[in-house]
């Protein structure tokens, strides 16, 4: 993208002034989507970012200034603007780059863009078909197929010239359901870190059948009652309980700005002892995973809480200074454009003991959350909230009539405690998280959980 | 490469592919932003950013490609991607591109320079002071930020339209954490104006009033009740739901106002505007991202379902007037539909006067997750929230960690009044939202 020689020139102007880091990103993104609206091919997003961000360091002082002129006059100016901004000063590093090849542990077979737009209708249309035959109370169908092709350059005054590419597949798909005039919706977006193989794993028929069927199993349910009541959260996707309840007041982001319920905890019992979670941005293949975060560190599998217990944070390079410890290679960007800060990755709930007809059976009258819509957290005060998308009542150990428009609102560190019941079903689900440094693929996962008692609003 | 050269380069790789109508929307930026934690400057940011987005017709069909770098080699590839994503497309409905030649509504915008690094870092750090000075319970964690940015805009199509609008905003944004007995709770304030307009110690002083004033809460009770839903929270659930009033949304069957124009869907007291000239928004525009000229209109005018707003292609397919709405999420998406300044018409009484009127009852000053917790198709909402408790006609005890649960469009009939204050505080672009305290009869709340 960048030849080693002038990212080398770059640096060491970025450097000028008494920087004791400098770092540049460069980013050449193709975003492809295709949208279907009611068995048609509506409209395509296509897309090439392309620009670079040059970041320099000193002490706990970071200045980045980004361009879109990548010529190396253009970069050698965006540079200089960084290195103005930071103050005066003389250079104390000389820049010697050696370029470094992690690897790469996500095989892509099929580079999306390498494939005819008419390929990726096709399987689109197939989930979007089987989401509509599902019903006749089914009047609407909107389906997604995209692909990201992110490649990146990082070069730092540490001495690393590393790229990568990035290559994301996700299929989308929402059903509208009518049934007796009341309308409501269901959804499907499983995606991964793959080119288009990923659909000899997942069947685009079963994407647009599960959308469809919740959606006309959601529109003839009738509302979720309002209280405080145990609550079993269904596996996969459910796993955003974690993300929001905790995980993102375990990020630098927040850790290192004293704005988190969790400042100054390592070491103590933060959740019950049946909790341990792990933020993993190695696993192969993962909606989440990376070889190395947006600062050229290695991505790591860091247990977050073990047995209840906090055992580490999510730590960029500036929270790690801040913190007074390394960075866990969690530092990530949706784009040149965003200042890196640690995100998570691949973040879940590891399996426990108990069954989900355990769970169930212990619940004499509460909600059964199977699946979970989007959420939020404000750090600060540990209150978050995320919606449920596919709720039932659970009477006298059973599963009964569904029920609509739940949301689940709750504290962090009480929440922690209150998961009482860890089952042995992980699994993991596709969300994109949105954050200071922009919006980014992760997932979210859990084996089933009990919260003993949390506020459900429903009405 | 400049965009002037750019536009030129496209022109002559049309010719040669046979492409004779297109388009393009150009959108650059500079821009800066500097943060303060503590009492200093710990972030600083400038970046020069732009991109091009190309939507050409062939058979028919829209096709779109964008890119951020404008090179000779790209200036043909994007008419090759256009054209090609084109192809595939299977929509119904008419597409095409303005004419040039309108005219426009003169608006005022900010013509001043891009604000020197030094001066915004004064005000960045004299916010800091402020936010320390205005209270002992002020801790570590109350941060500011000042931004800048010099805008440009562009379209430029094969039908002689050809568009440009600068203009530069400035904001201030204070946050402020506040502590007390083990308790910490944050809040924030916002302003955007021209730079000297600022009041940066006001700022400060409102994000440190707004936190303290949470601290201490209590939990709501569990109950249906009266809601008074104050500017800050009403403002988010218009925003949330103004698709619902979308044209592109009707068409595509997502919204359940499609063929509802001229019917009642609203209490009487409501009249809900859409206005690209409102007085205070720092970013008024004479033309939506289609190139047609813009005009304020009432989307509904007391409690009718007056028009949906509408794109070229919307409006066409429905045989309805173009309300110049047109609009991209991004340069480089699809034209949409969206509001400008959309806001709800201020009634007679005071706030004060209304929450006498209500006696018993929750004021709500924030909402939380309304990405996943408000059904757009549905209408129907579960949302986190916090504010205070209306007893005897005023303002008490705050709470907060409760949900207020209902359905917008039934909420929509549930307007018993609308107050008479209301003021734009920080909108940061074209389109923004706006609101008086509303009170609405029998919500779900839940709470302990």
Redesign the interface.
Known sequence: MIAREICERVLQKAVSTGADYAEIFAENTLDHAINLVGGRVDSVHDALIAGAAVRVFRGLRSVMATTVDTSEAGLMKCAASAAEALGQGTAEIDICLKERLFGDIHPIKIVPASVANKTKVELLKSGCAAAAEYSDSIVQVTGTLLDVDHNILIATSEGLYAQDRQIRTRMSISAIAEVNGETQTGGCRPGARMGLEFFERVDPKAVGVHAAKQAVTMAGAGYCPAGIMPVAIGNGFGGVIFHEACGHSLEATSVAYNRSQFCGKLGLQIANEKVTAIDDGTIPGDWGSINFDDEGTPAKRNVLIEKGVLKSYMIDKMGGRRMGMESTGNARRQSYAYTPTSRMTNTFLAPGNETQEEIISSIEYGLYAKDMGGGSVNPVTGEFNFAVNEGYIIRNGKICEPVRGASLVGKGSEVLQRIDMVSDNLECGQGMCGSSSGSIPTNVGQPMIRVSSITVGGR | MDFLKFKQLVASEAQKLGINEYELYYQAAESISISA?QK????????????V?LRCLVNGKM????????SEQ?ASALLR??A??A??????EEEFLTEGGATYQKVSTNQQPLPG?ECLKEKVLAGQEALYAADSRV???S?GQIFAEKMHLAIHNSKGLDLSYENTLVGYMAGA?VGDQGE???DYEMRVAPLEEIDISEVANEAVKNAVSKLGAGVAP?S?MPVVFAPSAMKQLLGTYSGVFSAENAL???T?LKGKEGQKIAADCVTLVDDPFYPQSPMPMPFDAEGTPTHCKNIIQNGVLNTLLYNCKTARAAGKENTGNAAKAGY???VSVRPFTMYLTPGKCTEAELLEKVENGIYITDL??L???A?T??G?????SSGFLIENGKKTVPV???????NFFQLLNGIQEIASEMEMKGATGSTAFLSPAVWVEG??????
């Open positions: 934690f200093e400057i710990n972030k600083f940011s400038s970046a020069l950013d732009g991109g987005c096709g779109y490609a964008s890119t951020e770098a404008l790209e991607r256009a090609d994503n192809a595939v497309l299977e929509s119904e690094a801790k570590d964690g941060t954490v910490m709770v944050n569990t249906n595509k069957g997502l359940l480089d998406s699809k939380g997750g990405h996943a917790g059904n198709i549905s129907d909402f579960s949302l986190q907060r960690s409760f949900t207020v649960a209902g919500l779900s709340i839940a709470g302990k």
